[in-house]
């Protein structure tokens, strides 16, 4: 039996449709993976679309493959349109023996294939609920075909990475075959903790001591429940419930959402200590999204 391999051995290559261009749940599991396996010695290397200006800095060697804005009013967002020549040379340079694919497109699919022709190992993690994505554009129709197409993408993977057992309950219930495991999620105890609750920035949005402040932490766009979130205010207002909106976030549906709650406090986009403090300053925390496969911000 040959000698289990050490992580010195391996050499990964990783897929993303969006590693560091627009801030993310997905993506920063992403980063965080990369600088673990990069401190235990793995040799790794991201292959994703990318922009000029990304929201933060990317972990780890970043490759950039060219892509096309998304349609459909989500151009922030960039599409491979497979494996160019220049990606591809840069791949057999590299020589993976593992590759990571993580978002369920093009350019992940076209790793998978160029991965099987060479007998290298694949994974595919799951991060985002797509199949949900069409009921928030008026598009329901087209839920069950892209089931099938995603049901195809896992089962091409070696291994599928999920992060909760209702993830692989639902994977099982489309058809996927592939092995699929466990690869949760943690919480960085120091940064989110109720001490870090600050009564004097609840005032600086006003927000009184006394008002229970009702939580929205994400991003804004209307997959993530916006519309729910909006009817329960609306409910709140209709029933004289005491309380106070805060919405902790920013995108593109900032606008929107403004108009359908204008008394809420948007206190924009927060990271680090300062989204630490954002949560602990929330009395009640309201996640209204179905498209998540986790929600870390559900922990935090």
Do not use: C
């Not at 673990?36 to 922009?51: A, C, D, E, F, I």
């Not at 340079?93 to 060479?118: D, I, K």
Request: no cysteine; glycine share 10%.
């Amino acid at each position: 039996m040959p000698a289990p391999a050490q992580a010195g051995d391996l050499r990964v290559a990783m897929f993303s449709g969006n590693y560091n261009y627009v801030r993310d749940g997905a993506n920063q599991a992403l980063n965080l993976l990369v600088g673990h396996l990069l401190s235990q010695g793995v040799k790794v290397r991201v292959y994703s679309p990318t922009v000029a200006r990304p929201a933060f800095p990317a972990t780890g060697d970043l490759v950039g493959v060219k892509a096309i804005p998304l349609p459909l009013g989500r151009s922030e967002y960039r599409m491979a349109r497979g494996l160019p020549a220049a990606t591809r040379a840069d791949l057999e340079a590299f020589a993976p023996n593992l590759v990571h694919v993580s978002a369920p497109e093009l350019l992940g699919h076209r790793a998978l294939s160029w991965a099987r022709a060479r007998g290298i190992g694949t994974v595919a993690s799951l991060h985002t609920r797509f199949e949900t994505y069409p009921r928030y554009y008026h598009l329901s129709v087209l839920e069950r075909p892209l089931i099938a197409l995603l049901t195809r993408f896992y089962d091409r993977a070696d291994q599928v990475l999920v992060p909760t057992p209702g993830m692989a309950s639902v994977l099982r219930g489309w058809g996927v075959t592939s092995p699929i495991d466990i690869w949760s999620r943690g919480v960085d105890h120091d940064r989110f903790s109720p001490g870090r609750r600050d009564l004097a920035w609840r005032r600086s949005l006003g927000i009184t001591d006394d008002q229970v402040a009702v939580g929205f932490l994400g991003r804004l766009v209307k997959e993530k429940g916006l519309d729910v979130f909006a009817a329960v205010a609306r409910a709140l207002r209709a029933r004289g419930t005491p309380h106070k909106l805060l919405v902790v976030g920013d995108g593109p549906a900032r606008d929107w959402f403004a108009r359908e709650v204008p008394d809420a406090a948007f206190a924009g986009f927060q990271r680090g200590e300062a989204l630490g403090r954002a949560v602990a300053s929330m009395d009640v925390f309201f996640n209204p999204s179905v498209t998540e496969t986790f929600g870390n911000v559900t922990l935090e």
